[in-house]
C-alpha cells in the first residue's frame, strides 16, 4: 500500500463545475498538506497549504483536511478550461522535511 | 513572493558528458533544497535533499557520484550529472523551502536529452 493514494484519472468536466480531488494516506505523523498544480512540461506550483485539520479557502479553491479520516480534498469552483492540469496533492511530518506525493490527478475542464 | 528559478530550461549533451544545473531562490533565503526527476505521466521522485553548507542526502537508489549536488549559498543549489548516458535523458525540477516552514517551492524543471 502506497502512503498517499490519489487517483490519476482523468477527470472530465464541463466548464463551471466544481470539481472535487481527493487524497487519502495511511501515515498518522503527517502534519502539513499541499496542493500543486503542474501544467504539462512545467514545475508544480503551490496552490494551497494547511497544517492539521480544518478548511482553507483562497478564491475559487478550498482544501480540507480531515486527520481522524486520513482524508484531503481539493474543491475548485467554477472550474474554467484554464485549470486544465495534474493536480498533486502532498503531505509532510514537518519543516525542512520531503514531501510525499500523490500520483497525481489528471484534471480536463472543456469549455 | 516565493519564486525558484532554474537554468538551463532545457540542454542537450552527448553521451560522456557532464552537465550542470542550476536551482536559484529568487526572493527569498532557501535553507533546504531539494532535486526531483520525473519521467513522462508519472508523479515526481525525489533524489536528494541539501542543506546549505551541508553534504546533501541522497534517496536510496540514487548514485551520489554520478549526481553530484552543491548547496554553496542560500539561495543557490547546483546539479552536476557526470558521465551522462541516455538513460539520464529526464525532466529534473528543484524545489526550495524557507527556515521554518515545511512547504516547497517549485523551479520550471531543466528538460535534459542525452544523444
Known amino acids: 500500500q502506497k502512503e498517499v493514494e490519489q487517483d490519476p484519472g482523468p477527470l472530465s468536466v464541463p466548464e463551471g463545475a466544481i470539481v472535487s480531488l481527493n487524497c487519502t494516506y495511511s501515515n498518522s505523523a503527517f502534519q502539513y498538506f499541499m496542493w500543486y498544480r503542474q501544467y504539462s512540461r512545467k514545475g508544480p506550483e503551490l496552490l494551497m497549504y494547511t497544517y492539521s485539520s480544518g478548511n482553507k479557502e483562497d478564491g475559487r479553491f478550498t482544501a480540507q483536511v480531515d486527520k481522524s479520516s486520513k482524508y484531503i480534498s481539493l474543491f475548485i469552483r467554477d472550474s474554467q478550461p484554464s485549470d486544465s492540469a495534474t493536480y498533486l496533492c502532498?503531505?509532510?511530518w514537518g519543516y525542512g522535511n520531503k514531501l510525499v506525493f500523490g500520483a497525481g490527478t489528471i484534471l480536463r475542464v472543456k469549455s | 513572493g516565493a519564486v525558484v528559478s532554474q537554468h538551463p530550461s532545457w540542454v542537450i549533451c552527448k553521451s560522456g558528458t557532464s552537465v550542470k544545473i542550476e536551482c536559484r531562490s529568487l526572493d527569498f533565503q532557501a535553507t533546504t533544497m531539494f532535486w526531483y526527476r520525473q519521467f513522462p505521466k508519472q508523479s515526481l521522485m525525489l533524489m536528494a535533499t541539501?542543506?546549505?553548507?551541508?553534504?546533501?542526502?541522497?534517496e536510496q537508489g540514487v548514485e551520489k557520484d554520478k549526481f553530484l549536488i552543491n548547496h554553496a549559498s542560500l539561495t543557490l543549489s547546483t546539479l552536476t550529472v557526470t558521465s551522462a548516458h541516455p538513460e539520464d535523458s529526464s525532466f529534473y525540477i528543484c524545489?526550495?523551502?524557507?527556515?521554518?516552514?515545511?512547504?516547497?517551492?517549485f523551479g520550471p524543471g531543466t528538460r535534459l536529452t542525452v544523444t
Open positions: 502532498a503531505m509532510s
Open positions: 541539501s542543506n546549505e553548507g551541508s553534504k546533501a542526502t541522497y
Open positions: 524545489s526550495a523551502s524557507r527556515q521554518g516552514a515545511s512547504e516547497q517551492y
